[in-house]
């Protein structure tokens, strides 16, 4: 079974700085990766996919990361904001219709 | 374009009782799947349907649990004979599917919290 892990589990930061968030998965034969964010309270809020193809996939300040053969993406989120804090999830679409989710990287950026 | 919903945002029940979640995915979403977040917790995948296909239910942590899909549109889980344990969010995502670039990308609404006394 797909395992996925996300490291760290929490992370404070102050406002301005570049920051990575680790995820990393047991099976390297994937369909994609994509990347969320969870605000509190609220569902999850796509950032971006990943196909299995492609190493990497940009919008805006984020940047995602794809090295299928170690099992790892990174986020890197530059210049960051106070309303970047939240949970950042990744999941893995494994099977043709399972996605595996890590547990989150809860992010608070202080102003 | 409008997202996917669900309703109703806030459920609270007493044990025993059954209780039905809905859920409106985007439109011409193909794909459907329900998920539960229980307080500090990972998303547990339940079900899921894909267009006029037998849905994978093998997520479905018991037979209390059940989900239909009308229409290929909207989906409702049921859960009969409510436990405390039931209490949780319940996430629904659905995805193009077919030949979009993204159609195995993930839209989420924005979950029923569930609380069972």
């Known amino acids: 079974k797909q395992e996925v892990t996300q490291i760290p589990a929490a992370l404070s930061v102050p406002e301005g700085e570049n920051l990575v968030l680790n995820c990393s998965f047991t099976d390297s034969a994937i369909y994609n990766l994509q990347w969320f964010r969870q605000d509190p309270g609220k569902g999850l809020t796509s950032l971006l996919l990943?196909?299995?193809?492609?190493r990497e996939q940009t919008s805006g300040r984020l940047n995602a990361s794809l090295d299928k053969s170690s099992g790892r993406s990174t986020l890197y989120i530059a210049a960051s904001q106070p309303g970047d804090s939240a949970t950042y999830l990744c999941a893995v679409n494994a099977d043709f219709n399972k996605f595996y989710f890590g547990s989150g990287t809860k992010l608070n950026v202080k102003p | 374009g409008a997202g996917v919903s669900q309703s109703p945002s806030n459920k609270v029940t007493e044990k025993g009782k059954d209780v039905e979640l809905r859920c409106d995915p985007i439109s011409g979403h193909t794909a459907l799947y329900w998920y539960r977040q229980s307080l500090g917790q990972g998303l547990e995948f339940l079900i899921y349907?894909?267009?006029?296909?037998?849905?994978?239910k093998s997520g479905l942590p018991s037979d209390r649990f059940s989900a239909e899909r009308t229409g290929g549109s909207v989906s409702t889980l049921t859960i009969q004979r409510t436990q405390q344990e039931d209490s949780a969010v319940y996430l629904c995502?659905?995805?193009?599917?077919?030949?979009?670039?993204?159609?195995?990308?993930?839209?989420f609404g924005p979950g029923t919290r569930l609380t069972v006394l």
């Open positions: 995502a659905s995805s193009p599917g077919g030949r979009a670039d993204n159609y195995n990308e993930q839209f």
């Open positions: 349907f894909q267009g006029n296909s037998a849905p994978d």
């Open positions: 990943i196909q299995s193809s492609q």
